[in-house]
């Protein structure tokens, strides 16, 4: 048995060709649908408390599709585990509130950098440790979502630990933000920062201080400049199209 913990595989599950790169999804339902739609030879590798992975093949190379979880803790201890399994790129597929009024809902954000404000990733490296996604990933990423006609945003993302506080919300639980909260969205429109997530941060920490290559799209589904709100009519054609383009990125890789 050579099972890695919380994947719930091993090597020995993925065959003589073993995937060397992987999509991650927070949500266990979109990694099912990237595999779903774009998989040739689908194997369900694990379904195991919420975080299911998925093998296949596109256009005859191997690929896996597996769950990260919500937030950095859940995701590093996924990608610690899939590294352990030979991954050398990770494709972060996520979802994102935008910060700046031109980043629409249904539009997709590509990182080239986080601005990391993530306790996981101050025990993987330093505060000030660069956050940077891989140039080449990122750049297949924007070429896929230009040859598909998407409207896309590259730039830098801000990756946060908590969906209402982290994000400058005071419509859930908590009205009473921290001071250094207060204000959160219009510092970081003034900043350039694009849109609030809360994986990416850690991920490229992660992929810097371990050797492997890591990128990130994010469907646009809230627009902080006009609501606290998700906008739940328009999230599935928002996350279709990030799936698009980070499964139409794999040949510019
Ligand atoms: N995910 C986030 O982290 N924030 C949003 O506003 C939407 C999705």
């Known amino acids: 048995m050579d099972k890695l913990y919380h994947l719930n595989f091993g090597k020995s599950d993925l065959g003589d060709n073993p995937p060397k790169i992987a999509f991650l999804s927070g949500d266990p339902a979109r990694a099912a649908q990237i595999a779903g739609t774009f998989f040739d030879k689908v194997t369900c590798l694990s379904e195991y408390r919420g ?5 296949g093949k596109i256009g005859g190379v191997p690929i896996l599709s597996t769950t990260s979880g919500m937030g950095a803790p859940s995701l590093s201890i996924m990608v610690n585990e899939l590294i352990q399994l030979g991954v050398e790129t990770v494709i972060r597929v996520g979802t994102s509130g935008s910060i700046q009024p031109d980043v629409k809902v249904g539009d997709v954000v590509i990182t080239s950098g986080s601005l990391c404000v993530q306790g996981a990733a101050h ?30 945003h590259l730039g830098i993302t801000a990756s946060v630990d908590t969906f209402y506080e982290g994000q400058g919300r005071v419509s859930g639980a908590n009205p009473n933000l921290m001071r250094s909260h207060q204000g959160l969205v219009d510092e970081y429109q003034q900043l350039n920062v694009l849109n609030f997530e809360m ?28 609501s606290e709100n998700v906008v739940m009519e328009m999230k599935n054609a928002a996350v279709d199209s990030a799936i698009s383009v980070a499964v139409g990125a794999l040949k510019y890789l």
């Open 199 to 226: 994986e990416a941060g850690t991920l490229f920490k992660m992929a810097s201080v371990y050797g492997f290559k890591a990128g990130c799209v994010c469907a646009i589904i809230a627009e902080r400049v006009e």
């Open 123 to 152: 025990d993987i490296a330093p505060r000030d440790y660069p956050a940077h996604a891989d140039p080449f990933v990122s750049v297949a990423l924007a070429n896929s979502a230009k040859e598909q006609g998407k409207n896309y």
């Open 51 to 55: 975080l299911d992975s998925y093998m």
